[in-house]
C-alpha cells in the first residue's frame, strides 16, 4: 500500500503576513498606477503647452505679400524645445497646398480652422508624435483663409518627466510600504500570544487527559477551541468505542479458545478409538470457527482502516464478482447464478477495492451457507446508481432481527447451529455507509433472502484532445535594384589598405563620406588604423550640401558608414529626419552638451569662423579684429578692396549658410556686413581651401568666416597670411559625425566614431589637424581651450538642437537666401 502523504505543514503567522503584503502591494501599486497616470497628464500638459506656443509663434509669423502666403518662421518656435525630441512642422493654406515643411507631415493631418491649439497622437516616420495644430486667419484683397500650423514632437522628453516625477512619488509609496509590513509583522506577534498560551496548555496534559480545554483565549479564537473540545470529544467517544469492541473480540474469541482447550485435554485423556474421534472432530469444529472469528476480525480492522484512508479508484463490478468467484472453492463457485448485463459490468464504481471486494464476499457467503440452492447474483443499472442484488433459498431473516443483524457479533436465530462470527452483515452495512449507497433486507417470494445494495457510479468525465496544425510562414525576399552612378565631379575617393588584414578572411571596409580636406582626415584614418589594423578605409572627400542632397536622393555609392560634415545643420536634419542610426558611445556623457544631439549626432571638433587676410595687403594696424570694424573697412575703402574679398556662398555651400544664418541670429550688423560685401563685389566660394588659396597666393585681400581649423593648418605650413579671431563674438561649429540608419558596417563606423571621441583621437584634432578638440581637458596646441584664447570674444558654440532646423525651413531658406545674394552679390 502506498504510504499516505501529509499536507504540508504552513504557518497562519506567515499567511496573515503574506495576506497584508499582497493587500498593501496592492494598494501601492494602485496607488503608483494612479501617480503614473498623473505624472503622464502633468508630462502632456507641460509639453503640450510648449508645442502650442511653438505653433503659435510660428502663425504669428505668417504673412500676406503679393497674394501669397510667406511664413519666416521665429527662432524661438524651435529653440524652445529640448533638443532630445525629433521636430518636424508644416504650414498649409486653406486649400491644403504645403506653404513650407513637411509635405508628408501635412499629408497625414487635416486642415483646421481656430485659434486654439488642437493635439493629436499619429505615426510618423516610424515613431509616435504628438502634434498641435492651430490655425490663423489672414486675408488678402476681398477674401480671408485660414493658415493651417502643424507642428510635430517625438514624445521622448515628456516620458522622461513623467518617468521624473513618478520615481520621486514612488520612493515615499515604498517607504510607507514597508512601515506598514513591519507594523503588520509585530501587531501579528502580539496578536498570537494566546495561541503560544493555548499550546503550551496542550503540551503540558496526560496522554489519556481528553478533558476540555479551559484556557481563556479571545472569541476569535474561542471557534478553534470549541472545536478541539469537540474533536477531544468525539475522541473520547471513539476510544470508548474501541475499547468495547476489544473486550467484545476478546470475548468472542476466549469462548472457541477455550471450548479447543477442553476438548483438547479430555481428548487426551480418552482410550475409545470411536470417542477419540468424535472428540477430535469437535476439536476441528471450533478450530474452524475460531478460524473464521479471526478472520473476520482481522478484516474487520482492515476494511475499517482502508474505509478511513478513502483510497479509491473507478473499478467496474464485472472486476471484482470474478475476484470474488476466484476465490470460492469450485463447489461454492458452482452454485453461482450470475445475471450481470455487460452495461452493468462495466460500469465503474469510485469505491476502495478491498472494501467492495469484501462487502460482496461477505454477502454471497452468507448465501452459501445458509442457502443449499443456487445463489443469485443480479446487477441493474438505476439513474445514476449500480444496483447489485444477491438471493437465495434459505431460512431467511426475521422482520424484527433486520434491523439487528446488521451490528457487529449479532445474528439472527436462523444461525443458530452454524458456525459464524456476527460481522459479516456489520461489514457490509459500513461499506455501504461510507460509500453514500444504500442497504436493503428483502424477502423473497416462496422463501429465502434478498439483500440489494445501490453504490453510486463513477462519473466519467470525456476529455478530447485538440489537434491543432500549425501553418507554415512563407517569407518572400524583394531585390532592389539601385543605380550607381559612380562619384560626383566634385567628390575624390582614396582609399587606405589595411596595415595588417586578416590571413583567412577579407579585411572589412569602413566607408566614410566625409567634407575635411582628404590629407587632414587622412591622419586621422592613419590613427585609427594603429588600433584597427585589419580595417581598409575608403574615404570620400565631397562637399556639404552635395553630400545631403546625394544621401536624400539614394546616390551615394557604395553607401556610406559614417558621414562627416561641418555643416551641423544638415547632419542634425538627418537624424531628425529619421536617417541616423543611436548608438551609444561611452565617450557621449564627456561630450559638451552643445556638441551633440541625442545619441544620434556627435561632434568631434573645435573650430572658431575666423578672418583671414594677406600680411602684404592688409597693414597690421588696420586689420579688422570686429565684425563692425570689418564692415566700416569695406565701406571707406570699397575700391581699394573691390573683388579682393571672399566669404561663402551660402546658397551652395552647407557650413556657408549654417554660419551665415547663426551670424544673423547675433549680431545687429549682419545685413551692413552684407551689403559691405555687395559694395565691394565680393566674391563667393563653395570652401574654405579655396578662399585660404586666394589670400595666401595674393588674389585676395581678406577672407570672411573662414573656418579657424583650415586656417590654423595653412599658417603652420607656412602661408603667409594672418587670422583675426574676432574680438566681439566667435562662432564656434562642431564637424558632426552621423552614422546612417542603413549602414552596411555599422560596427565599423561605432568603432570610428569612438575612435574621434576617444583622447587617441581627440590628439590628432588638438595637435597636427589643427581641427580642434572639443574634449574639455585635452592637450595640444589647438584644444578648445587654447583656440578661446587667442581671441578676446565671446566664444559662441553653435549648438547641436532643433533651433538649427528653423534656419532650414523651405520658405525661411528661400527668402533668406534671396536677401543675402540681392544684398551681398557683386554689383555689375
Given at each position: ?13 506567515r ?7 499582497a ?18 497628464r ?12 511653438s ?9 500676406i ?16 524645445f ?10 498649409e ?16 493631418l ?46 521622448s522628453e515628456r ?8 520615481g ?10 514597508l ?66 469492541l ?49 478472520s473476520?476480525?482481522?478484516?474487520d480492522a ?5 474505509l ?16 470474488v ?12 447464478v ?11 464504481l ?20 445458509y ?16 444496483r447489485v ?5 434459505g ?10 443483524v ?11 447451529g452454524k458456525?459464524?462470527?456476527g ?38 468525465r ?39 588584414p ?7 571596409i ?18 585609427f ?10 574615404y ?17 555609392a ?6 562627416v ?6 547632419q ?82 552647407g ?16 545685413w551692413r ?9 565680393a ?9 585660404l ?10 577672407g570672411y568666416?573662414v573656418?579657424?581649423s583650415?586656417?590654423?593648418a ?10 583675426v ?19 552596411p558596417n ?20 588638438a595637435?597636427?589637424t ?31 538642437g532643433?533651433?538649427?532646423l ?12 534671396e ?8 554689383k555689375?
Open positions: 500500500m502506498a504510504a499516505r502523504t501529509h499536507p504540508k505543514t504552513f504557518s497562519i503567522r499567511r496573515i503576513l503574506a495576506l497584508a503584503l493587500l498593501l502591494v496592492g494598494a501601492a501599486a494602485v496607488l503608483i498606477a494612479f501617480i503614473h497616470d498623473y505624472a503622464q502633468s508630462a502632456d500638459r507641460a509639453f503640450d503647452r510648449l508645442l502650442a506656443a505653433a503659435l509663434t510660428i502663425a504669428g509669423a505668417v504673412q505679400e503679393e497674394g501669397g502666403i510667406i511664413v519666416e518662421l521665429p527662432v524661438a518656435s524651435f529653440a524652445m529640448s533638443g532630445r525630441d525629433r521636430v518636424f512642422h508644416a504650414v493654406d486653406s486649400s491644403g497646398r504645403v506653404v513650407t515643411g513637411y509635405d508628408d507631415l501635412a499629408a497625414a487635416e486642415n483646421v480652422q481656430g485659434t486654439e491649439p488642437q493635439f493629436a497622437d499619429i505615426m510618423y516616420r516610424g515613431e509616435l508624435m504628438r502634434v498641435a495644430s492651430v490655425a490663423r486667419l489672414t486675408s488678402a484683397a476681398n477674401a480671408a483663409d485660414w493658415v493651417t500650423i502643424h507642428v510635430a514632437e517625438t514624445q516620458e522622461a518627466l513623467s518617468a521624473e516625477i513618478l520621486n512619488a514612488i520612493v515615499p509609496v515604498i517607504a510607507l510600504t512601515l506598514a509590513v513591519g507594523l503588520v509583522w509585530f501587531g501579528i506577534g502580539r496578536m498570537f500570544a494566546p495561541l503560544t498560551q493555548l499550546e503550551e496548555e496542550l503540551r503540558a496534559r496526560a496522554p489519556e487527559d481528553l478533558s476540555p480545554i479551559a484556557v481563556p483565549v479571545p472569541s476569535e479564537v474561542s471557534h478553534l477551541v470549541s472545536a478541539l473540545n469537540a474533536f477531544m470529544a468525539r475522541l473520547g467517544n471513539t476510544m470508548d468505542r474501541l475499547s468495547g476489544v473486550a467484545e473480540a476478546a470475548h468472542e474469541v476466549r469462548t472457541p479458545l477455550a471450548s479447543l482447550r477442553a476438548q483438547a485435554e479430555i481428548a487426551m485423556d480418552e482410550t475409545d478409538h470411536q470417542a477419540l474421534h468424535r472428540r477430535v472432530a469437535r476439536i476441528h469444529q471450533g478450530a474452524v470457527h475460531a478460524s473464521q472469528l479471526v473476520q476480525l482481522l478484516m482492515t476494511v475499517s482502516h482502508r478511513e484512508s478513502k483510497e479509491t479508484d473507478p473499478l467496474p463490478l464485472s472486476a471484482v464478482i470474478e475476484d468467484r476466484q476465490r470460492l472453492d469450485p463447489d461454492a463457485a458452482g452454485r453461482l450470475l445475471e450481470v448485463p455487460a452495461e452493468a459490468g462495466a460500469a465503474a469510485r469505491v476502495d477495492r478491498v472494501a467492495l471486494r469484501e462487502m460482496l464476499r461477505n454477502l454471497v457467503d452468507n448465501a452459501l451457507v442457502s443449499t440452492g443456487p445463489v443469485e447474483i443480479r446487477a441493474a443499472l438505476s439513474g445514476e446508481a449500480l442484488a444477491v438471493s437465495d433459498r431460512p431467511g431473516i426475521a422482520e424484527s432481527e433486520k434491523p439487528l446488521v451490528r457487529r457479533f449479532t445474528r439472527g436465530a436462523a444461525g443458530a458456525s459464524g462470527s460481522l459479516g452483515l456489520s461489514i457490509v452495512s459500513r461499506v455501504v455507509e461510507a460509500h453514500r449507497g444504500t442497504l436493503a433486507l428483502i424477502d423473497r417470494d416462496g422463501g429465502g433472502l434478498t439483500v440489494e445494495v445501490a453504490l453510486p457510479v463513477a462519473v466519467r470525456k476529455t478530447r484532445k485538440a489537434r491543432r496544425s500549425a501553418a507554415a510562414v512563407g517569407v518572400l525576399a524583394c531585390a532592389v535594384l539601385a543605380l550607381n552612378p559612380g562619384p560626383s565631379p566634385q567628390a575624390a575617393t582614396s582609399t587606405y589598405p589595411a596595415p595588417r586578416p590571413e583567412t578572411t577579407a579585411s572589412p569602413l566607408t566614410i563620406v566625409g567634407t575635411t580636406d582628404t590629407p587632414l582626415f587622412a591622419r586621422f584614418i592613419a590613427a588604423q594603429s588600433l584597427r589594423p585589419d580595417v581598409t578605409v575608403v570620400e572627400e565631397t562637399d556639404t550640401l552635395p553630400m545631403y542632397e546625394r544621401f536624400i536622393d539614394g546616390t551615394l557604395p553607401k556610406p558608414d559614417l558621414l560634415s561641418s555643416a551641423a545643420d544638415l542634425l536634419k538627418l537624424a531628425n529626419d529619421g536617417h541616423a542610426l543611436a548608438y551609444d558611445s561611452p565617450f557621449l556623457d564627456e561630450l559638451p552638451a552643445w556638441a551633440r544631439w541625442r545619441n544620434e549626432v556627435f561632434g568631434f571638433t573645435f573650430e572658431p569662423a575666423v578672418i583671414i587676410y594677406n600680411r602684404d595687403l592688409v597693414a597690421e594696424a588696420e586689420v579688422p579684429r570686429t565684425h563692425l570694424r570689418l564692415a566700416e573697412l569695406l565701406e571707406t575703402q570699397t575700391e581699394r578692396f573691390s573683388g579682393k574679398v571672399a566669404t561663402y556662398d551660402i546658397s551652395v555651400s557650413v556657408g549658410y549654417l554660419l551665415a544664418a547663426q551670424d544673423q541670429l547675433i549680431s545687429s550688423n549682419f556686413l552684407a551689403n559691405a560685401f555687395g559694395r565691394v563685389s566674391q563667393l566660394s563653395g570652401s574654405s581651401p579655396a578662399i588659396d586666394g589670400v595666401a597666393e595674393g588674389r585676395l585681400a581678406l568666416n573656418l579657424g583650415y586656417a590654423f595653412r599658417q603652420a605650413e607656412g602661408a603667409d597670411i594672418g587670422i579671431v574676432p574680438d566681439d563674438y566667435v562662432l564656434v561649429l562642431t564637424r558632426a559625425m552621423v552614422i546612417p540608419r542603413n549602414a555599422a560596427e565599423l563606423g561605432k568603432a570610428f566614431l569612438d575612435f574621434a571621441l576617444s583622447p587617441a583621437g581627440q590628439a590628432v584634432a595637435e597636427e589643427a581641427l580642434g578638440a572639443v574634449m574639455a581637458g585635452t592637450q595640444g596646441p589647438w584644444s578648445s581651450e587654447a583656440i578661446a584664447a587667442r581671441g578676446r570674444g565671446v566664444i559662441q558654440p553653435i549648438p547641436l532643433p533651433a538649427l528653423v534656419s532650414l525651413d523651405r520658405q525661411r531658406r528661400t527668402r533668406f537666401l536677401t543675402w545674394l540681392e544684398i551681398a552679390s557683386p555689375p
